[in-house]
């Protein structure tokens, strides 16, 4: 079995140093994306110090310099959770913090899916994928993201560093998502799931899920990961199709934006 923080931490950095610009300090790193500036999981800073609140202190009073955005962003050390006088603490000063889980699923054996159709994003695949990517996230957040997003994103797509999917049900597109393969490890990072809203709850995500972990095997990897949120529909739902919880990460936010206005 792998080591799971070594080698995930490693894909993820991967993954995230093909838009970021990453610096170190030596208590954190910086991760900043100056082409898409409203995307959260591209700006942040982790602490690379094992934890404790004297320099969690130092890492969110150096975070707003060293990402120059309006909002603080702090990723914690795998497995920690700030402690109860900090939390109080925190919250006094009007940050607040939430949980990334981190899913893998050993790819050995695998359910075929033959209902969904799955296409690798390419030609008029891409075309489609792209299309539905971008409605997600109009709906989702709004039409002037989705639009840089996809700008940003799509070069990627287009040399296949990362792989985007597309879904259909009865030749319509009515889902995306990324597959990123890491070329140290043969890990495969599952990213931006998205299926249609008129099309949720109808076994679509299930489907598209069990196409993209056979894609993966295809691809030559043995585990797939993915990153979500701790909520309890989230862990049901990728614990039913086998993925197994094996590592936390608190992030602690503080938006600035509203203070400056006020």
Do not use: W
């Not at 000063?93 to 889980?101: E, G, T």
């Not at 196409?211 to 039913?240: H, M, Q």
Request: net charge positive; charged share 25%.
């Amino acid at each position: 079995m792998i080591n799971f923080i070594n080698e995930l931490d490693a894909a993820e950095e991967e993954y995230l140093r093909l838009f970021c610009d990453v610096t170190d300090t030596a208590l954190f790193r910086t991760f900043k994306d100056d082409s898409l500036k409203g995307m959260y999981s591209h700006h942040f800073t982790k602490m690379t110090t094992p934890y404790h609140p004297i320099l969690l202190r130092e890492v969110l009073a150096e975070s707003h310099k060293a990402l120059n955005r309006t909002f603080v962003h702090v990723k914690l050390p795998f497995n920690v959770r700030v402690d109860k006088k900090m939390m109080y603490s925190l919250t006094m000063d009007d940050y607040f913090c939430d949980l990334d889980l981190y899913y893998l699923h050993d790819l050995k054996s695998l359910d075929v899916c033959s209902r969904i159709v799955t296409k690798v994003g390419e030609g008029a695949a891409l075309r489609d994928a792209c299309r539905a990517m971008e409605l997600y996230d109009a709906r989702h957040i709004n039409a002037g993201f989705a639009n840089t997003k996809l700008k940003r994103k799509k070069p990627f797509y287009q040399s296949k560093q990362i792989r985007l999917f597309v879904c259909y049900e009865n030749g319509v597109p009515i889902g995306s998502a990324e597959l990123y393969i890491s070329p140290i490890s043969k890990i495969v990072k599952i990213e931006e799931v998205a299926i249609l809203d008129e099309y949720q709850r109808r076994g679509y995500g299930t489907s598209f899920m069990k196409s993209l972990l056979n894609e993966s095997k295809r691809l030559g990897a043995e585990f797939a990961y993915l990153v979500t949120v701790n909520e309890t529909s989230s862990r049901a739902f990728y614990e039913k199709l086998g993925f197994v919880k094996v590592l936390e990460q608190e992030n602690i936010f503080k938006n600035l934006a509203n203070k400056s206005s006020s």
